[in-house]
C-alpha cells in the first residue's frame, strides 16, 4: 500500500512551484531590461537598510539603482531610501513573512527597467521563510551582524546554503560587543562551504568596495 502524501506537503510543492515558474518570468525581464537584481536577506535590525542608504549615495550617478522594499506593515524603509534620490517602492507583505516572485512581478510595472543597471530587492527581514522563495534574482545576500552572535549560520543553515555572498554589516561594533570574527567566519562556512564573505561597516565605509564591486557584478 502507498503512502498517501500529507497535504500540507503537496499545498507547499504547488505554491513552491508556481513561485519559481513567476521566477523564471522575472529572471527573463531582468535579462532583457539588462537589470542585475539582487536578494537582500537578514533577520530584524541586521543592516539591510543602512547598508542600501549608503550605497544609494555612494554610487549615485555611477549605477542607476531602485529598490522594492518588503515590510509586513509600513513604508518606512522605503521612505528612508527615497531620501537619497533613487526610486524606491514599497512591497506590504501583511501577515506574509516573505517576499515571493509574484509579489516582485506585481511591482515591477512601477519602475523603467530600461533604464536600471542594478535592482535591489530588500526582502522582510526573517532568516526562515525567504530561503524558499526565489524571487528571479541574479544574486542573493544574507546579511548578519556583529551584535547578532555568530551561531546564526549553524541555527539558519538553510538561509546561508542559499546564499551567494554573506554579509557581515556591523563591523565598527565587533570589538565592543566581543564578536568572534573567526567563529563566525568558520559557522559560515560549515553551513556555505566556499561561500564568498565581505566584512563591513555601512558607518565607517570600511569594506564597502568589496560590496560595491559585488553590487557591479564583479565578483568579490
Not at 50 to 78: F, I, K, P, S
Not at 143 to 172: H, Q, R, W
Request: glycine share 8%; net charge negative; charged share 20%.
Amino acid at each position: 500500500m502507498t503512502a498517501t502524501k500529507p497535504r500540507i506537503v503537496t499545498v507547499r510543492q504547488h505554491i513552491l512551484k508556481a513561485n519559481d515558474h513567476t521566477a523564471a518570468e522575472n529572471r527573463a525581464a531582468f535579462a532583457a531590461a539588462g537589470v542585475r537584481a539582487i536578494n537582500l536577506a537578514s533577520s530584524p535590525g541586521a543592516g539591510k537598510t543602512a547598508l542600501l542608504e549608503r550605497t544609494l549615495r555612494d554610487l549615485a550617478g555611477q549605477v542607476n539603482m531602485a529598490v522594492a522594499v518588503g515590510d509586513l506593515a509600513t513604508e518606512n524603509d522605503a521612505a528612508r531610501l527615497r531620501q537619497h534620490g533613487a526610486q524606491a517602492e514599497q512591497i506590504v507583505t501583511g501577515t506574509i513573512c516573505h517576499l515571493d516572485a509574484a509579489m516582485v512581478q506585481a511591482v515591477l510595472p512601477r519602475f523603467d527597467l530600461a533604464g536600471l543597471e542594478v535592482l535591489f530587492l530588500e526582502n522582510v527581514g526573517n532568516l526562515v521563510c525567504p530561503s524558499s522563495y526565489d524571487l528571479g534574482e541574479a544574486a542573493r545576500a544574507v546579511l548578519i551582524s556583529t551584535t547578532e552572535g555568530e551561531d546564526k549560520p549553524l541555527k539558519y543553515p538553510t538561509m546561508f546554503n542559499t546564499a551567494d555572498v554573506v554579509v557581515i554589516t556591523k563591523m565598527d561594533l565587533a570589538d565592543a560587543v566581543g564578536f568572534d570574527r573567526d567563529l563566525c567566519r568558520e559557522n559560515i562556512d560549515r553551513a556555505r562551504p566556499g561561500v564568498p564573505v565581505i566584512e563591513l561597516s555601512s558607518l565607517s565605509g570600511a569594506g564597502l568596495d568589496a560590496w560595491y564591486a559585488f553590487v557591479r557584478g564583479q565578483g568579490v
